[in-house]
């Protein structure tokens, strides 16, 4: 039985194919303003291609807790303990990183003869750890994400306090210090790790049917739960792969810096959820968010705050500065989305 | 104050476009004061939008004219149009769920006393307002979330009418509600047309409600208008043809399908409180249908069978042999498939596509080692957007921009495509027009043709007994009677299902 379609397509107003592109590739051309505002600010400087990296470099680790966290935030969910869990990787994997040898050339420690294999499994699995606890309270006793992983954010600190009796732990060896300092193919690995979880999240989240299933936990959880999504396997999942993420950026970070601190990380938590927000996560109807629109958010952050370094501009008007990015850029995604 | 015209709305060229789909064309409707005028067309035809234009929820296109009362009406907000006397009863019901009933019907015009809200106040003037419509069931302190789907309606048109409107719209108020309660709000609606002069629009696709009520009929087709006539002088046939542009011979064609062994059993299922003893057989090829006053405790049933809710008692037999399930996850894997009643609670995926929606629950089929085949996918997907002719131009699109029909269709789909074996539907064509209605029956039909076994909960009695091989009927918890196709009547029907038969 044939039957018109209902309505018919109207061709596009000129208004209306500009608002389309907007809509799409927006967020990246208000990138692209920002850091010609930023090159032009700072006579230039900011365009250098040893400050472009260094731009990238230094939100890589940001940007690894972003995509984790984006995928949180797209189920209704949240996650405070990013932080404080990269710290705890850090100095876990810190610990067993260092071969430090005596004069004849003997290894000191038991400790310093393990593979490099060895400080990365555990630094994520730490992570994991931590993220499948999360998840699995979550999933099973209902508890909100917010307080759970607020918990887990005091914990995690806690545990690296005591991992570490306080103090950092350096003197790593070349292999690891290559995570964070080293080069592959002419990229630097912090980046390189960066992208390749990127692409990585993107493909599960958009060609995988758990991907699917993520959305559409978020969309509407009890439907999910009617159409057979397993639910419960999501969230476990979804939140040891976040914090396995903060467990990567952990591992990194202490590679970069040779040290494994502590106190690394401290608001890494909150910059990830705003790189998630002004790349086009909602934070208020789940199934909405792209990792690729995250790492976009976290460059517009990163840009800007280097920018406003080379400027010379006071780091505390910076966070001035950076919360009215933030909440003017859900404003303007809200506009949009109305449309 | 009123003016000195006829009419208490008239609409002039009316369009109304949004990216990639024009809604409305040119469309003119004029509807006197003191009538009941229906507005009548398929899902997509545009009355919804039509209506959401006059009381503001959106700005119609330039170049129309919009008049409430002889002065020119366009509001911008719900808020302008309750002010001018324009009210509205949607068809997505959006009550604030912790909120009390009066609270929730007095949202922004509370009582005052001095600076505080004067709770008492509220809760009397609700109560005197159900006093004077005659609703008794319902408590003005009664938290929302707590009512059932009927009652909400309840309250909604309560509220709707406790404005003094000078027109009320009601956009398919009767979808959710009883025979009895609509004979209630039918009265409720005379009354006000009698003594204070009220006019109202009624969007509607029940054809019996139509003739009951209504003055004068207009009918949409396609976004565009087609023609206004007097109920008098319209016959069911002739809307038809105007809403479809064809002829439908047929309302309910359930064909003849073999009916074969059992396939699942279920006895003495039991949730405390909510159903007793419940017991069945459903046989390959059959339609087996359940009717039953509101609340009669049908879907929770089917819930509690699906594994979305516990059962405290009671055991289920597929093919013979006894299955446990205890989630949804489980319910799928020995075939079954159920499409709820409330399609924006726990149907639809709002944020999401037609395509994500319509796949979520087979995706596996179309998966090689976890990743999604694409080509295989879109083909099913564009196949059953073919079958069931849903409205869209592209499968990317939201879900939540679709009409309530095709939204429900694309949940058809959803469950077509688990490839089912035992297929529950719950309402199945509640808010649906004529042309999906047939459609839908006739999908049904094939599938029980299939050698599939269908459960149907439909409070619609000319739908059950169209489409049911047997009808089991259900009152308050209990299933009070069994009736087979041959035997069935309205008269029968409601004997069981309010609990007053005696053999």
């Known amino acids: 039985m044939a039957k018109n379609d209902s309505a018919e397509a109207v061709k596009k107003t000129s208004k209306e194919v500009w608002s389309d592109i907007f809509n799409k590739y927006g967020i990246i051309i208000i990138l692209f303003l920002i850091a010609a505002l930023m090159s032009v600010a700072t006579g230039g400087t900011f365009l250098k291609p040893i400050n472009l990296m260094n731009v990238i470099r230094q939100i890589s680790f940001i940007g690894l807790i972003g995509i984790g966290v984006t995928v949180i935030i797209i189920t209704t969910g949240i996650d405070l303990s990013s932080g404080s869990v990269l710290a705890l990787a850090s100095v876990v994997a810190a610990t067993f990183a260092h071969p430090v040898k005596d004069a004849a050339g003997q290894y000191i420690d038991a400790i310093g003869q393990y593979p490099l294999i060895v400080p990365i499994f555990l630094g994520l699995a730490v992570g994991a750890i931590a993220g499948i606890i999360n998840g699995l309270i979550i999933a099973y006793f209902e508890l909100p994400p917010f307080i759970v992983t607020l918990g887990m954010m005091t914990a995690a600190r806690g545990a690296a306090f005591l991992v570490t009796g306080g103090k950092p732990i350096g003197n790593f060896s070349d292999g690891f210090n290559f995570l964070g300092a080293g080069f592959f193919l002419g990229v630097p690995m912090p980046i390189l790790l960066l992208l390749i979880m990127t692409i990585f999240s993107y493909i599960i989240l958009n060609r995988t049917k758990f991907g699917r299933h993520i959305y559409a936990l978020g969309g509407n959880e009890q439907a999910a739960i009617i159409s057979g999504v397993n639910v419960k396997l999501i969230k476990i999942v979804v939140y040891g792969y976040a914090s396995m993420l903060s467990g990567l950026a952990g591992i990194s970070l202490a590679a970069r810096i040779e040290s494994g601190q502590p106190s690394a990380g401290l608001g890494f938590e909150l910059d990830a959820i705003a790189a998630a927000v002004i790349g086009g996560t909602s934070q208020s109807t789940g199934g909405i968010g792209t990792v690729q629109g995250t790492i976009v958010g976290a460059l517009i952050i990163g840009v800007i705050n280097n920018g406003m370094t080379l400027m010379g501009v006071n780091s505390y008007w910076q966070q001035i500065v950076k919360a009215i990015i933030i909440v003017g850029a859900v404003l303007l995604d809200k506009r949009r989305r109305k449309s | ?483 087979s196709r041959k035997d069935a009547n309205q008269t029968l029907i409601m004997k069981f299902a309010t609990n007053t038969y005696v053999s």
Not at chain 2, 46 to 63: E, F, H, N, R
Not at chain 2, 136 to 163: C, D, F, G, R, W
């Open chain 2, 1 to 483: 104050m009123s003016n000195n015209t006829e009419y208490i709305l008239e609409l002039e060229n009316v369009s109304k476009s949004f990216p990639g789909v024009q809604a409305l064309k040119d469309v003119s409707l004029k509807v006197r004061k003191g009538t009941v005028h229906a507005l009548m067309g398929e899902n997509g035809a545009g009355k919804s939008t039509l209506m959401k234009i006059v009381v503001g929820v959106y700005t119609a296109d330039p170049g129309g004219t919009i008049k409430i009362d002889g002065e020119p009406a366009n509001y911008k907000n719900i808020g302008a149009s309750i002010k001018h006397g324009v009210s509205m009863i949607f068809q997505e019901l959006n009550p604030i769920p912790y909120m009390t009933v009066a609270e929730n019907i007095y949202l922004n015009r509370e009582p005052r006393k001095g600076l505080f809200v004067d709770f008492k106040q509220m809760i009397t003037d609700t109560q005197a307002l159900f006093d004077s419509l005659g609703i008794h069931n319902i408590s003005p302190t009664e938290k929302v979330y707590q009512l059932t789907v009927a009652k909400k309606q309840m309250v909604e048109i309560a509220k709707a009418i406790s404005y003094n409107s000078k027109l009320i719209i009601m956009d398919e108020p009767t979808s959710a509600i009883t025979d009895k309660e609509v004979d209630h709000l039918f009265q409720m609606v005379r009354t006000l047309k009698k003594e204070k002069n009220v006019a109202f629009i009624f969007i509607t696709h029940k054809m019996d409600e139509v003739f009951q009520i209504t003055d004068e009929i207009t009918v949409l087709r396609d976004g565009q208008y087609v023609g206004t006539d007097l109920a008098a002088n319209s016959s069911r046939d002739k809307l038809i043809a105007w809403m479809v542009g064809r002829e439908i011979t047929q309302m309910f064609p359930k064909e003849e399908a073999e009916i074969g062994e059992v396939i699942m059993s279920c006895r003495g299922l039991t949730r405390n409180g909510v159903f007793k003893d419940v017991s069945f057989d459903l046989k390959r090829g059959e339609i087996l249908g359940f009717a039953g006053l509101m609340g009669a405790g049908r879907t929770e049933v089917m819930e509690a069978i699906f594994g979305y809710t516990k059962l405290d008692a009671g055991e289920i037999f597929i093919h013979g042999k006894k299955v446990n399930i205890a989630m949804p996850r489980d319910a799928l894997k020995y075939r079954m498939a159920l499409l709820t009643e409330d399609r924006k609670g726990t149907g639809c995926f709002l944020p999401l596509s037609i395509r994500d929606n319509m796949t979520v629950a087979s995706i596996g089929d179309y998966t090689k080692s976890g990743f999604i085949r694409k080509k295989a996918m879109e083909k099913v997907c564009l196949e059953q957007k073919e079958k069931l002719a849903i409205k869209t131009p592209s499968m990317n699109q939201l879900i939540k921009n679709l009409s309530g029909g095709n939204q429900q269709k694309v949940l058809v789909a959803r469950w077509l495509m688990t490839n089912p074996e035992i297929l529950i539907v719950d309402e199945p064509t509640r808010g649906i027009d004529v042309g999906a209605k047939a459609e839908i029956h006739r999908l049904l039909s094939m599938m029980a043709k299939e050698g599939r076994a269908i459960i149907m909960i439909s409070s619609e009695l000319p739908e059950v007994m169209g489409m049911s091989d047997r009808i089991m009927v259900m009152h308050e918890g209990k299933i009070t009677g069994e009736v």
